[in-house]
């Protein structure tokens, strides 16, 4: 199964020419990784990326910071961070002292015509603008409803936690899932199990910070998830250069935390 952003992507690459009043303008840039630019961006740019090509199509609630990548002034990929989507995630991670530490990484997303490392580069960007940010745990979730393993955070060398909790969901005849509180569970609901999430974090800090947060992690890191590696998108793969906190793709993940 392909992910959702690469088949966005590969569709792009074929329709976008056409579309486009311009016509194939990217096609000018010179869109090699290292004259990329990144830097922190507005969430109305965010916003313009993830609608267009991201697998939800919206924005999350409590979004708070947003970093792009760009080549002459083009967005190439954006990536953005806020709040856990509950309070018992972030305290489940490392307890309730480290809750306030612990941000998550929201959506991302990049365009048909951004280089295949693009994703790889602007992950291992953002985390470093997050740790000035006071951030210290960031956790991440990859959708199999998406054709999501989290291919680019094994990349960047994240920890995977195993999946997320077996959670029923409930629909209305007609098929729409019932949002917010369920409350009294009626007889037309249908109930049916919720696919379950990869779940990924990233420990940020000093070496003695991070020696620290690995001590209280609650979450026990297992291997990396396969695919068949003949559906893995390159867009998708590490980058090859010398980027700090860029990692090579490995058959076996890491199941103890690098302090280097």
């Known amino acids: 199964m392909k992910a959702h952003q690469r088949i966005i992507r590969e569709k792009k690459s074929q329709t976008a020419k056409d ?18 630019e990144l830097k922190k961006i507005d969430i109305k740019t965010a916003t313009s990326i993830i609608e267009e090509y991201e697998w939800l199509g919206c924005m999350a609630a409590g979004t708070m910071r947003c970093y792009g990548i760009f080549w002459d002034g083009n967005c190439g990929g954006v990536v953005c961070y806020g709040v856990t989507t509950t309070k018992t995630l972030a305290e489940s991670i490392c307890g309730k002292e480290m809750a306030d530490k612990v941000a998550q990484l929201q959506r991302g997303a990049c365009v048909h015509w951004a280089h ?3 994703a790889s580069k602007l992950i291992s960007y953002s985390l470093k603008q997050e ?23 094994q990349a960047t060398n994240w920890l995977y936690c195993g999946k997320t ?7 209305d005849p007609n098929g729409n899932r ?35 947060i690995a001590k209280k992690l609650a979450w026990t890191p297992q291997k990396y998830p ?20 860029v990692g090579q793709f490995h058959d076996n993940a890491p199941i103890s935390i690098p302090i280097t």
């Not at 909790?165 to 629909?171: L, V």
């Not at 569970?185 to 696919?195: A, F, H, L, S, Y």
């Not at 590490?238 to 700090?244: A, F, I, K, L, R």
Request: hydrophobic residues 30%; neutral net charge; contains cysteine.
């Open 19 to 36: 579309e486009n009043l311009f016509g194939a303008w990217w096609e000018s840039l010179d869109t090699s990784i290292e004259m990329a």
């Open 116 to 118: 295949p490392h693009s």
């Open 131 to 153: 740790e000035k940010h006071g951030t210290r745990i960031v956790v991440a979730f990859s959708d199999p409803m998406a054709g999501e393993i989290g291919t680019v955070y």
């Open 165 to 171: 909790e077996k959670r029923p969901d409930y629909f």
């Open 178 to 212: 019932i949002t917010g509180q369920v409350g009294e569970i009626k007889e037309w609901m249908v109930k049916k199990d919720r696919p379950r999430k990869q779940r990924y974090i990233y420990i940020l800090g000093s070496k003695k910070e991070r020696r620290e």
């Open 226 to 245: 396969k695919r068949n590696a003949l559906e893995v998108s390159i867009a998708d793969t590490p980058c090859n250069t010398s980027t700090e906190g």
